[in-house]
């Protein structure tokens, strides 16, 4: 059974920082892609950013371009969202997902945490 559990989550205001934590309790976590998605009340979950499984790529939705960096730890079966300059509309619960490949649609990955909430205010 893999388990993802996110942290880091919280109120902010506009231009602030946040890191969100994703620990993975699963022995081939190194061998796994790693994403983050978001969703905000009424709306569709939506890809924020991924990592491979090694670490040396790494995707971010364009709308988070420059702003959200994404890294992992495989020594900690950790990942992490670092999110700055946040907005208002980044407002939302954020989600770790592990699967076999980067993909950005939410439906291929194939665990999920149980998300912590983000709230920016204004």
């Known amino acids: 059974q893999v388990q993802l559990v996110e942290s880091g989550g919280g109120l902010v205001q506009a231009g602030g920082s946040l890191r969100l934590t994703c620990a993975v309790s699963e022995r081939t976590f190194s061998s796994r892609a790693m994403g983050w998605f978001r969703q905000a009340p009424g709306k569709e979950r939506e890809f924020v950013g991924a990592i491979r499984w090694s670490g040396d790529t790494t995707y971010v939705a364009d709308f988070v371009k420059g702003r959200f960096t994404i890294s992992r730890d495989n020594a900690k079966n950790t990942v992490y969202l670092q999110m700055n300059s946040l907005k208002p509309e980044d407002t939302a619960v954020y989600y770790c997902?592990?699967?076999?490949?980067?993909?950005?649609?939410?439906?291929?990955?194939?665990?999920w945490g149980q998300g912590t909430q983000v709230t920016v205010s204004s």
């Open positions: 997902a592990a699967g076999n490949v980067v993909v950005f649609a939410a439906a291929p990955w194939g665990y």
